[in-house]
């Protein structure tokens, strides 16, 4: 499979007046052609801002993109993202109402992309947007078009999202948690619309979520990161049949399940808080609520060790490795 | 025993005044409403935006007044005895809106026994100490402001204010949609803990279903405004008789890739309150509508439940 996104040790730098924040934090991932690439993990885990950098969109002062290399289709990321953006990788955010402009008509601010892009003429451009409304099985795009915002749901608005994102074919989409505000059986109907546009236009998807749910319907593989670093990359059966890391672990057991046999039983949740990324703690970030840490933990930075065909960041499968530091000290 | 009755409890909200000022229009937020909660059980309303789970638990607090119908609590109209909103109080859902920042742990968690004269300062201040301890934060948490918390801290704090008064049911409204995941399954083990240590009743409200079959006892499944399916929570969820039902347990997103769902499940959206449908409330998308459903169904007993559904006229017997 080719590869249509490669990120090596991307890190996201914020100068605060309190301190330096990093999050994401020397992360490295990639994204094959019409692969789904979820990334998993609770509120500062450092997924959005990942998916942020991609696109160019973190404001400098006081954020700082560094990547060893952060390539699209052989262009650098780091240095055209401007030129890219809104083309060939395309974003849908969380809640649409703050994305589409509230005093502009649905129908011009489709029109816009497609002129502003693609050097269409008003009348193809409307054209165009019809047409990809349609295979996206939005009902009466026609009508659609001199309607504002407002007058739509919110599940109706995100699928204008999803088809505004599409209108240039872009080879990678970014969604950032796109069905967390909406109510389940509207969530449903959505996945169900990324799973047929997957089909439909040969994309790319990265999809971001903190739904374990969401990411057992969606993804091919999985990232799950934890306070700004990734803790395991793999393919999204072995995340859920046989996960590495302790904190998959956790998550995992964190869900509360529809079965009747684990009714009323308590669920395994994961000690503590999510720490401050300010003073994050020291070695693996994961530690102070890890069930399984051991002395090297709280001490040394776990590097990637391959489990199969997973990718984990655990000290707990590189017990060799972990014991020649501690006698090299 | 039941604590809490509610019977045939309606809810209208004006919506457009004619130019005398008289209301003319009114949006129906909840319609015909009846249940009952035992002492010591978990009650959970479930629902999509819009269905009127949220006004249910005001008006069991007080909030608002009904426009129809009675609460009862421990067979009396509540509000007769001065005592019944300290034994009923209310948890919701973003503890950054419910907390007062502008004042410490300590006085937010105080503020009930003081407006009830309960205790003297150092009584009080014992009482606050030992409450901290029973929902899991640490004794020095008392001097901090709410922005010095973390969400699941903050939503401990509310916790800890709804128990000072020593209530005896607890309306929670979405208390755990706030919250991360790992930091979800801690507050829904404290709930449970909690409701053990002060034999608590809970009258739970949640979009959730993983939610519902973790922490109730029953359930009443809502669309705008109406009681769809209602019965103990191991039939509702794992034999669900109402096509609502069916399909918003379908809707889960199951954590299991070998699951994944293959078609669309539940066609359209929720009808606007403002004009819900003739007829069943559920028939613009019920996969299952045919011509009795132009007719609104009542709640009929089936088995140990109830359900609102023509396709159970007979008593059960029709195939589902």
């Known amino acids: 499979m080719s590869l249509v996104l490669e990120v090596e040790d991307l890190t996201v730098e914020f100068r605060l007046p309190e301190g330096i924040l990093r999050a994401p934090d020397g992360i490295s991932f990639s994204v094959g052609e019409r692969e789904v690439l979820g990334i998993v993990g609770e509120s500062g885990s450092g997924k959005s801002v990942t998916a942020l950098s ?10 700082k993109v560094k990547a060893a290399k952060m390539e699209f289709l052989g262009k650098n990321l780091l240095k055209e993202a401007e030129k890219i953006r809104g083309k060939k990788i395309s974003m849908v955010f969380q809640n649409p109402l703050n994305s589409l402009n509230p005093s502009m008509k649905i129908g011009a601010q489709l029109v816009e992309v497609l002129v502003n892009h693609m050097n269409m003429t008003k009348p193809e451009a409307k054209e165009k947007s019809i047409e990809i409304m349609k295979n996206l099985g939005i009902p009466s795009p026609e009508n659609l078009m001199n309607r504002y915002p407002f007058e739509y749901s919110g599940g109706m608005r995100q699928r204008i999202m999803i088809a505004m994102a599409m209108l240039c074919n872009p080879k990678l989409l970014i969604a950032d948690e ?5 109510d389940v059986t509207i969530q449903s109907q959505i996945l169900y619309l990324f799973r047929e546009l997957k089909k439909e236009f040969e994309t790319s998807l990265i999809f971001i979520t903190h739904d374990l749910g969401v990411i057992a319907q969606i993804a091919d593989r999985v990232m799950v990161m934890y306070a700004g670093k990734q803790v395991e990359n793999a393919s999204v059966e072995d995340i859920f049949r046989n996960p590495k890391h302790p904190y998959t672990f956790g998550l995992l057991d964190s869900v509360p399940k529809l079965i009747p046999e684990k009714r009323k039983e308590r669920l395994l949740s994961i000690k503590g808080n999510v720490p401050g990324l300010l003073e994050p703690p020291t070695g693996c970030r994961f530690h102070p609520r890890c069930s399984k840490a051991m002395k090297i933990c709280s001490e040394k930075e776990p590097p990637a060790f391959s489990v199969g065909s997973s990718t984990v960041w655990c000290w707990l499968y ?3 490795v972990a014991n020649n530091e501690v006698a090299g000290n | 025993m039941k604590l809490l009755e509610i019977r045939n409890l309606t809810k209208r909200f004006p919506i457009e005044d004619s130019i005398f000022g008289k209301p003319v229009k009114f949006l129906k937020a909840v319609d ?8 010591g059980g978990v009650f959970s309303l479930v629902g999509e935006s819009g269905s009127g789970k949220s006004t249910i638990a005001r008006l069991i607090c007080g909030a608002y007044h009904a426009t129809s119908g009675e609460i009862l609590y421990k067979g009396n109209p509540i509000g007769r005895t001065k005592t019944d909103y300290r034994n009923i109080q209310m948890i919701f859902q973003d503890p950054d809106a419910s ?13 009930g026994l003081r407006i009830h004269r309960l205790g003297s300062m150092r009584e009080r201040r014992e009482k606050v100490l030992t409450i901290l301890d029973s929902v899991g934060l640490d ?15 903050k939503q401990r704090v509310s916790v800890a204010r709804s128990l000072i008064l020593q209530p005896e049911l607890l309306v929670l409204d979405e208390p755990t949609s706030a919250l991360d995941v790992s930091v979800q399954a801690q507050m829904l083990n404290l709930l449970g803990d909690l409701q053990k240590e002060f034999s608590l009743t809970y009258v739970f409200i949640t979009h959730d279903l993983k939610i519902v079959s973790q922490i109730s006892d029953h359930v009443a499944v809502l669309y705008l405004g109406n009681i769809m399916e209602i019965g103990p929570v191991d039939q509702i969820i794992d034999s669900p008789l109402h096509p609502y039902t069916q399909g918003l347990l379908e809707s889960v997103p199951q954590p299991d890739p070998s699951k994944k769902a293959t078609n669309e499940i539940l066609r359209g959206e929720i009808p606007s309150p403002v004009n819900p449908p003739k007829g069943c409330p559920f028939i613009t ?3 299952k509508a045919f011509e009795a459903c132009t007719i609104k169904p009542e709640l009929k007993l089936v088995g140990d439940r109830r359900v609102r559904c023509h396709l159970y006229d007979t008593g059960g017997n029709s195939d589902a």
């Open chain 1, 54 to 63: 991609l696109m160019g969109l973190i404001p400098s002062p006081p954020g």
């Open chain 1, 178 to 182: 796109p069905t967390t505000a909406l």
């Open chain 1, 318 to 320: 590189g017990r060799e």
């Open chain 2, 32 to 39: 015909d409403v009846s249940f009952e909660v035992d002492k």
């Open chain 2, 99 to 111: 907390l007062n920042p502008r004042k410490n742990v300590f006085s937010i968690i105080e503020e």
């Open chain 2, 139 to 153: 004794r020095s948490t008392i001097k901090k402001f709410p922005h010095e918390l973390s969400g699941g801290q």
């Open chain 2, 285 to 287: 998308r019920c996969p």
